[in-house]
């Protein structure tokens, strides 16, 4: 497989700890020769977001996915359509951005419950609402299951599988869907059922986004403790072949969250590292 160079990858500015200003971090990620950037809601909300969308364009960079929704299931009905406003807005400012989608974490169990099928049905209501939003403004929603661990705080939808039966149960076969899956190798490297069910989304057209970093043994913390790729056990460039092969022709996205280690180096060692690490270990 050819080695991936910067230009064929996006950084989610997660990656660089948010040590610094969004502005900052557009300007080192270009100069680092990057693509793309996946910003968050934490460092675009309450800015003046035009600008901060022109100086990502005037950078040469594109926006691959804007991090992320509100949680969307509630213990209550009222709830649940304040959750869905919420990511009405932040798909606004996607739009704003030219984010090729929001990428949609759709929670977990609401406070106080038990009812795993009642938290997916609320974040199958919620992502059908927010479809047609998405479509008006142009901005794709992009399903990102999370790894079963995640399942009663952050997202009931944890396989690959149930997020493309997810995407068909509310958009039906379309030509050109606007829903779609992220594959974040760290979520879906152990699932038995990867390589068909990539094969499926490729089928589907439903790859939207391609996340990498790596799952280190022993892992410190599930959610903070994400590896550079290639210092643990994700067989990356397998995935990356399946995805490819699958027709997958967007940018591919370091996505790093490492508070005790790559989180306090300079941002500029992050990104030499992770343009090093694409070419060799992706
Ligand atoms: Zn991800």
């Known amino acids: 497989m050819m080695a991936l160079n910067s230009g064929q990858c996006a950084v989610n500015t997660a990656t660089l700890g948010f040590q610094c200003p969004i502005e900052q971090s557009i300007d080192a990620i270009a100069a680092a020769g990057f693509g793309g950037i996946a910003p968050w809601r934490r460092e675009v909300e309450g800015q003046d977001v035009p600008v901060i969308a022109k100086r990502i364009r005037d950078a040469g960079l594109k926006v691959t996915g804007y991090c992320r929704s509100t949680y969307l299931p509630s213990p209550t009905r009222g709830g649940l359509l304040a959750n869905i406003e919420s990511n009405r807005r932040a798909l606004e400012d996607a739009a704003i951005l030219g984010a090729q989608s929001l990428v949609m974490v759709v929670g977990g169990l609401p406070a106080g419950s038990k009812d795993i099928a009642g938290a997916r049905s609320q974040a199958a209501d919620g992502v059908a609402q927010l479809l047609e939003h998405g479509k008006r403004l142009g901005v794709k929603i992009a399903l990102e299951p999370l790894h079963p661990v995640y399942t009663a705080e952050r997202s009931c939808v944890t396989l690959l599988s149930e997020a493309l039966d997810m995407c068909h149960h509310i958009e039906g076969s379309v ?108």
């Open 175 to 282: 030509p050109e869907p606007w829903l779609g899956v992220c594959v974040d190798v760290y979520h879906v490297w152990w699932d038995p059922n990867l390589a068909r069910d990539i094969a499926r989304a490729g089928r589907e057209k439903r790859i939207t986004g391609f996340h990498v970093c790596d799952w280190l043994v022993p892992t410190q913390d599930v959610l903070n403790d994400r590896g550079m790729m290639g210092d643990g056990v994700i067989d990356i460039p397998s995935i990356r072949a399946q995805v490819e092969k699958a027709g997958y022709k967007g940018l591919t996205e370091v996505e790093i969250f490492s508070a005790q280690n790559w989180w306090m180096k300079p941002v500029d060692e992050i990104l030499r590292t992770c343009v090093e690490r694409l070419a060799s270990s992706v």
